[in-house]
């Protein structure tokens, strides 16, 4: 067995980037190696703020022995065809999500990787951070008795006001459902284990959209994918949920609220890594705060936690499994609204929710021989 800190290559050095080698540089049990990007010049610039020995394009990392994981950062149109070249390549495969765009490549792509024993991890990883565990163990001890419902929603007008190339976050693979939808959906599975059918209902607001930010600030471009969805979810284990994802809202709103036998429990913001999780028992006249323990690292510790089981052999819970579960959720959502019918969005057996990680589960102290 391979010992020692896992190699990783950053394959996609655009904005979303920063966050990832910011936190992999920083973990003992991973060691950086290149950073590729179709702008080679971006890729150079990029590897040489954060110290990486090299930079190109994604054929020059491939073709790193030492590279054991590519981490695929691509915009969503490329994570298909990333991730199998990363996969045909001998290496294991972490990537932004979604999944992939379509549901038939994200499950060639598991079995590609399953038939030569590698690994796929997808973000989100935010459920991993303290805040959203905390929240999970203090679902299992009992805090709210049994689970019921959920409601959430996460409401804005979209992301063009601030990043500086937004069009792809309208374009197919993305949207409110398939961009901030996976923050949701992957916390809602930690929480009940997988979905068992969907309705829902879907529209785009506007035909077109402008950016707002950067050197293509005022360029106006089309929409293509709905920007407002509703979807009531049913999960195997039992409890349903709400959730809204919209790009049209002048009124932003993020909300996160399980509700039980025995009172409330509100979750994090599932984008971000920490808390608070407040609780309500049944008969309080007011909400109180729930101890947040455990990690909050950034983006990337979906990356640490697969390659600490890369060495240990144990599973980890960023999973391809789960980012395919999240995939055929949102693409039933989606069937549903089109066909005005329940769709349904399980597998032959229900996945079961990852369990909580250890609170003492520490990101800067190294675990790998």
């Known amino acids: 067995m391979t010992t020692g800190p896992v190699g990783v290559a950053i394959v996609g050095a655009g904005v979303i980037s920063g966050a990832y080698l910011e936190a992999l540089t920083s973990f003992p049990d991973v060691r950086v190696l290149a950073v590729a990007d179709l702008d080679t010049e971006r890729a150079t610039r990029v590897a040489a703020e954060h110290g990486i020995p090299v930079a190109g394009d994604l054929d ?112 197919p693979g993305a949207g409110p459902l398939y961009d901030v939808g996976p923050y949701y959906l992957t916390t ?29 600030a005022g360029e106006e471009f089309p929409v293509d994918v709905a920007t407002h969805v509703s979807a009531l979810l049913e999960f195997h284990s039992g409890p349903s949920a709400a959730s809204v994802f919209s790009f049209d809202s002048a009124a932003p709103r993020i ?53 600490r089981a890369l060495r240990t052999g144990q599973p980890h819970r960023a999973s391809g499994e789960l980012g395919l579960h999240v995939l055929r959720t949102m693409a039933a ?16 057996t229900p996945l079961a929710a990852p369990p909580p990680l250890p609170a003492e589960w520490d990101p800067y102290t190294a675990e790998v021989a």
Do not use: C
Not at 155 to 166: C, I, N, Y
Not at 333 to 348: K, N, P, Q
């Open 60 to 171: 020059t990392v491939l073709a790193l022995p030492e590279v054991e994981i590519v981490v695929n950062l691509t915009v969503p149109a490329a994570h298909a065809q990333v991730a199998t070249a990363a996969v045909e390549a001998g290496k294991h495969v972490y990537g932004e999500k979604p999944l992939t765009i379509e549901l038939a490549d994200g499950e060639r792509l598991l079995a590609a990787a399953a038939a030569r024993g590698l690994l796929v991890g997808n973000a989100p990883d935010t459920f991993l951070g303290a805040g959203i565990q905390s929240a999970l163990r203090a679902v299992r001890a009992g805090h709210i008795g049994t689970p019921i419902a959920a409601h959430t929603a996460v409401q804005s007008l979209g992301p063009e006001g601030w990043h500086p190339d937004p069009a792809f976050f309208y374009q």
């Open 333 to 348: 959502v989606l069937d549903s609204a089109e066909d005005h019918t329940f769709a349904g969005a399980h597998e032959e």
């Open 255 to 307: 909300m996160f609220e399980v509700i039980g036998s025995e009172g409330a429990l509100a979750v994090p913001d599932p984008n971000t890594f920490t808390g608070p999780v407040r609780v309500r028992s049944h008969g309080s006249d007011d909400w109180s705060e729930l101890p947040v323990t455990g990690t909050t690292a950034g983006r990337g510790i979906g990356v640490l936690e697969m390659a």
């Open 188 to 216: 809602l599975i930690a929480l009940f284990g997988g979905v068992s059918r969907v309705a829902a209902t879907a529209r785009t607001g506007r035909a077109n959209r402008t950016t707002g930010s950067g050197p293509r």
